[in-house]
C-alpha cells in the first residue's frame, strides 16, 4: 500500500518526523484524507482535492477545515481532539511541528486501538445496553445543547429535504444495473414521495420549532469508540454546512438505522426510546420513519459507489452485493407502516413497571413516555434531579399529576399517529386516567393493554429502600408515598379484565 501513497505520506511513515516517540507507524486511507497512526497520537491529514461537496484545494482551505474540524468535533469528543498542527520542511524531509514554510497542516487527535470502535464492538456481541444508554444520553444532551437553525437560512426546509432524497434516488439508478434491485428502488421512490407529501408541512413545523441544529452529520457505528471508558463520537462532517444542518431527529434515525442494518433491531428500539425520552422530542416521530428509509438508501448509494470504483473499468455487474441488497432491503422494510398498539403500566411504586416494560419496548420497537420523567420535564428538571415531597405537596399535588398525565396522553398520541406502538408508565391507580388512554386507543382503532405489576407490599418497600440507597433514579417514590398509593388506589374493575396483562419477573 505504501507504494500508492503520495511521497509526504510515505515519508511521515519512515522518518523520524514527529517530536515524540512512535511505534507501529501505519496509515488509515479514505477517499478524502489519511490518517497516520504513531502509537500515542493520530494525525488526520487531508487530501488535496475538490470535489462536488467539499474544496479542499489549497493549503490554506485544508488549515481552514482542520480548524473547523477540530472545533465542531470537541463538542463530543474533547477528549480525542488535541490541536491543529503544521508539518513543516519538505515532502521528502517532513517535520511535524516544526520551523520553517508550512507545507501541509494536520488534525492532532489521541490514538485509540481499532477494536475499540463501537462498529468492531457490536460484531463481537460487546456493544452493551449500557452502552446504547450511554449513547443515547449524550446524542440527546448535545443535540438539545445547540442552538437552532437561524430561519432566514436553507437548512433544513421542505425543499431541500426533497432535493436530497430524490438526487440519492438519480444517483442508485445510474449505479444500479441489477433489475430487481431497479425496481425496488423504483417502488422506494414512490413511497419517498408520497410520505414527502405526508410529512411536507411537519418538516416545515419541526424547523419553525428549532429542531433544525448543527448536528454531527455522519453519526454511524464506525465513528464512535469506548475512549477512558466513554462511548466518543468522533468524526463529524466539517467540510460541508448542508450535510450537518439538520432535523436532530433525521441525525438519530441515522443511528436507528445502523443498528437495525447491523442486525440489532433490539439495541435500536433501545436507543431510540431513551433518545426521545432524553430529549422529550415525540413529536419527531413523525418523520422517523422518512429519516430511517432516506438513511438506509444514502447508505445504499455510498455502498454501490464504493462497488463502482472498486471495479472501475469493468464491464457492469449484474450480481448485486450483499450489502447494497441489505440496505436496500432494511428500506423496503421500514417503509411499511406497522399497526400501533397502546399499553399502559398499572402498580404502585416499586412494582418494576420501568424495568418490566424495557424488553417490550425493544422487542415490540415500541416508544415508552414515563411519568416520573415527564412530570420532571414539566417541572423544568432533569429526570435525575431530587424533587422528594411529602405525598400532596412539591410537584406531586393533584393538579401535577394532572397535569402529568395529560402530557403522557399528548406523547402517547404521538406516538401513535406515528404509527408505533406505545408504552405509558405510570402508576395508573386512577380508573378515571385508564379509561381515558382505552379512550385514546380507541380512537386509533389500536390494541389496547394494561400490563399489571402486582407485587407483595414487603417487597415494593425493599425495592423503593434499595433504589434510594442507589440513588440516580427518577422517582422519588418513598414508603409515605407507597402508602398514600395503596390507601387511595382504585381496584381494577370487571370491564378491565379482558384488557389485563399480568407481568411476572419472567415477563407478560
Known amino acids: 500500500m505504501s507504494d500508492t501513497l503520495p511521497t509526504l505520506i510515505q515519508s511521515l511513515l519512515q522518518s523520524d518526523a514527529f517530536p515524540h516517540p512512535v511505534n507501529n507507524r501505519s496509515v488509515l486511507e479514505t477517499h478524502i484524507s489519511w490518517v497516520v497512526l504513531t502509537g500515542k497520537y493520530a494525525y488526520k491529514i487531508k487530501k488535496p482535492i475538490r470535489l462536488d461537496f467539499l474544496d479542499y484545494s489549497t493549503l490554506e482551505r485544508r488549515r481552514e477545515c482542520c480548524e473547523l474540524e477540530l472545533r465542531l468535533n470537541r463538542r463530543l469528543a474533547a477528549e480525542l481532539y488535541l490541536d491543529v498542527v503544521p508539518i513543516c520542511g519538505s515532502r521528502d524531509h517532513p517535520q511535524v511541528s516544526g520551523k520553517g514554510p508550512v507545507i501541509e497542516y494536520a488534525v492532532r487527535m489521541r490514538e485509540f486501538p481499532q477494536e475499540s470502535l463501537a462498529s468492531r464492538m457490536i460484531e463481537r456481541g460487546a456493544l452493551t445496553r449500557e452502552r446504547i444508554d450511554e449513547l443515547a444520553t449524550t446524542v440527546s444532551a448535545f443535540h438539545e445543547s445547540e442552538p437552532p437553525a437561524d430561519l432566514s437560512s436553507g437548512y433544513g426546509t421542505p425543499d431541500v429535504i426533497r432535493r436530497e432524497a430524490f438526487e440519492n434516488f438519480d444517483e442508485l439508478e445510474r449505479l444500479i444495473e441489477n433489475e430487481d434491485l431497479r425496481k425496488s428502488i423504483a417502488g422506494l421512490r414512490g413511497w419517498t414521495a408520497a410520505e414527502y407529501e405526508r410529512c411536507a408541512e411537519r418538516f416545515s413545523e419541526r424547523r419553525q420549532a428549532g429542531r433544525v441544529r448543527e448536528c454531527h452529520g455522519d453519526m454511524h457505528l464506525g465513528n464512535m469508540a469506548v475512549y477512558d471508558d466513554r462511548l466518543v463520537v468522533f468524526d463529524g462532517i466539517e467540510f460541508n454546512d448542508e450535510f450537518r444542518w439538520m432535523d436532530v431527529i ?12 447491523r442486525g440489532r433491531d433490539d439495541l435500536a428500539h433501545r436507543f431510540l426510546d431513551a433518545y426521545l425520552s432524553g430529549a422529550g422530542d415525540y413529536n419527531g416521530l413523525s418523520v422517523c420513519r422518512f429519516y430511517v428509509v432516506y438513511r438506509a438508501l444514502v447508505r445504499a448509494k455510498v455502498t454501490a459507489i464504493k462497488r463502482s470504483q472498486d471495479s472501475s473499468g469493468e464491464a457492469p455487474s449484474q450480481d448485486p452485493d450483499a450489502e447494497l441488497c441489505a440496505y436496500i432491503g432494511l428500506a423496503e422494510a421500514k417503509s411499511a407502516r406497522e399497526s400501533p398498539r397502546l399499553s399502559i403500566t398499572h ?27 415527564e412530570r420532571k420535564r414539566l417541572a423544568g428538571l432533569p429526570a435525575s434531579a431530587d424533587a422528594s415531597a411529602a405525598p400532596g405537596s412539591g410537584i406531586y399535588t393533584e393538579e401535577w399529576t394532572r397535569r402529568t398525565y395529560t402530557r403522557l396522553a399528548e406523547c402517547a398520541e404521538q406516538i401513535l399517529a406515528a404509527g408505533f406502538p406505545a408504552i405509558v408508565d405510570a402508576t395508573f391507580l386512577d380508573a378515571a386516567e385508564r379509561n381515558r388512554f382505552r379512550q385514546l386507543a380507541d380512537r386509533f382503532r389500536a390494541p389496547f393493554e394494561i400490563l399489571d405489576f402486582a407485587v407483595d407490599e414487603g417487597v415494593l418497600r425493599d425495592r423503593l429502600a434499595e433504589r434510594r440507597r442507589v440513588g440516580h433514579d427518577s422517582s422519588d417514590a418513598d414508603d409515605a408515598v407507597l402508602a398514600a398509593q395503596l390507601q387511595s388506589q382504585d381496584p381494577l374493575m370487571d370491564e378491565e379484565r379482558p384488557f389485563v396483562h399480568r407481568v411476572t419477573p419472567q415477563g407478560v
Do not use: C, I, N, W
Request: net charge neutral; proline share 5%.
Open 250 to 261: 433525521s441525525e438519530a434515525s441515522f443511528v436507528v438505522m445502523d443498528l437495525m442494518h
Open 347 to 373: 402498580g404502585p411504586s416499586g412494582s418494576g413497571k420501568t424495568t418490566g416494560t424495557q424488553p417490550l419496548l425493544e422487542a415490540r420497537g415500541a416508544v415508552r413516555v414515563r411519568s416520573d420523567v
